[in-house]
């Protein structure tokens, strides 16, 4: 609680508050105080934890900083690598043999939130400093396919076989390290299962590091899911556990 520098300054503004309410009622009052937040929001003041709100930027405009990139060539192959995960999906059940399916929307609303997560955050392993732990939403996998594509680590055959995987030669329907050892970290389907394995790979990370096992330094663990996912109670189911244990290396990203 900080000092009242200014008793008498507080003390009119709490009477013009019972004033209000007094003679105009809760509702006024209450629009009152919705609207000095969003004063207090839109000027950057940070408000005690006890007030939230349906959304809140963390930091005012003022303060954001640039994007040190190139946005006009990211954002060119940021359009690319969404037309290589449409034309991927709509090759595949152009195939005679039907039913091959797969998802097409879920990365295209969130193809940004991916680009900047690798250009600017995701970090890889180098030498004996592990790289961070990314739990992509299942759906969104096509667009990480394109994204290697561009990269040269798949050919046009390899994006021909999506889907296709029981053979050993495709590319599996969603991240599955089993298919593809050497490209998924986690499998994050059936949808929910992501977030619960994030928020449980966080907490291990930090048990681990706390004993001097395994150090973590500032390794990340990312989770991405959708909004219409967070619908299954898997999704949110240990959200609490997050948060009673204060994972700070822990970074949802809900699109």
């Not at 399916?101 to 400093?129: C, K, M, P, Q, V």
Request: net charge negative.
């Amino acid at each position: 609680m900080h000092e009242d520098v200014d008793p008498i300054e507080t003390q009119e503004w709490l009477e013009s508050l019972d004033s209000v309410l007094k003679h105009q009622g809760e509702e006024r009052t209450a629009f009152l105080l919705q609207q000095l937040l969003d004063r207090a929001n839109y000027t950057g003041v940070r408000m005690p934890q006890a007030i939230t709100t349906p959304y809140r930027n963390t930091i005012p405009t003022t303060r954001e900083k640039r994007m040190p990139g190139d946005l006009f060539m990211e954002r060119r192959i940021r359009s690319i690598i969404r037309w290589n995960a449409l034309a991927m999906v709509m090759r595949a059940n152009k195939d005679p043999e039907e039913g091959i399916g797969g998802h097409i929307a879920s990365f295209a609303s969130s193809a940004t939130l991916y680009d900047i997560g690798f250009n600017y955050f995701f970090r890889g392993d180098e030498g004996e400093n592990r790289g961070d732990l990314i739990y992509f939403q299942g759906h969104s996998a096509p667009g990480i396919y394109a994204r290697s594509f561009l990269e040269r680590r798949f050919d046009e055959e390899d994006l021909d076989n999506y889907r296709r995987e029981v053979d050993g030669n495709g590319l599996s329907s969603y991240p599955h390290p089993w298919l593809m050892p050497d490209y998924w970290q986690f499998p994050t389907v059936s949808m929910g299962l992501g977030p619960l394995q994030a928020i449980y790979q966080a907490h291990v990370m930090r048990y681990l590091s706390a004993r001097e096992l395994v150090p973590r330094g500032d390794r990340k663990v990312w989770a991405f899911l959708g909004d219409g996912e967070c619908d299954e109670p898997e999704t949110l189911g240990a959200i609490s556990l997050a948060g009673r244990e204060n994972l700070e290396n822990l970074v949802f990203v809900v699109n």
